[in-house]
């Protein structure tokens, strides 16, 4: 499986990866569009779902295996990218590149980019320093989201693209994503007991 799984994945960046941005855009019909401020669209779940399922492939690859060193290459080029473009939350907004089209926390993209960057340092992938505190500010932008009785708010409803988000909007995969990125800071604060 791991093999065409492989080969069918270098097929996506070849055609919707914007190496000068590092970020994915969400399909062909995106190529040429612009957000308000004439940015290009790249929506923050679509670029999280990428994320998140890179780091789910590499953790069934074997050492050895022949592209695990592209895919860590990939994902660190993204990973510089995102913490680049975290808002002052802690949180990325439903538009990265711009986040005023929609100015407020979005919890499934950030949720996947947590999960991401925690299991990136769990597996000694990213420096820690520049790392750590971008991972740290995601995990509270998405534990200051969850509502007294425990519902995850400020996760965009279906969609393919940017969209608006409300307090109590919730969705599982948002849902997922948070327990995702739970399970990475779990395994870090057990590692380093006296991280801040």
Request: charged share 20%.
């Amino acid at each position: 499986y791991l093999n065409p799984a492989t080969k069918l994945w270098w097929k996506t960046p070849d055609y919707l990866f914007d190496h000068d941005e590092h970020l994915y855009f969400r399909d062909g019909s995106y190529l040429n569009k612009k957000e308000k401020n004439g940015q290009k669209v790249f929506w923050s779940r679509g670029n999280g779902w990428v994320m998140g399922g890179m780091v789910r492939v590499m953790e069934n690859m074997p050492a050895n295996y022949p592209d695990k060193k592209k895919f860590e290459a990939l994902y660190k080029e993204m990973a510089a990218k995102i913490i680049s473009i975290q808002q002052p939350d802690g949180s990325w907004h439903a538009s990265l590149l711009d986040p005023d089209s929609f100015p407020i926390k979005e919890t499934s993209g950030t949720g996947f980019y947590c999960y991401a960057l925690l299991w990136g340092l769990n597996h000694g992938l990213l420096d820690e320093k520049t790392y750590w505190p971008a991972a740290k500010k995601a995990w509270n932008a998405m534990v200051t989201s969850v509502h007294p009785d425990g519902m995850l708010g400020y996760v965009q409803p279906i969609g393919a693209n940017p969209d608006k988000v409300t307090p109590t909007s919730t969705e599982v995969y948002g849902v997922g994503a948070f327990l995702l990125s739970g399970t990475q800071m779990y395994a870090y604060m057990n590692k380093h007991p006296k991280a801040e």
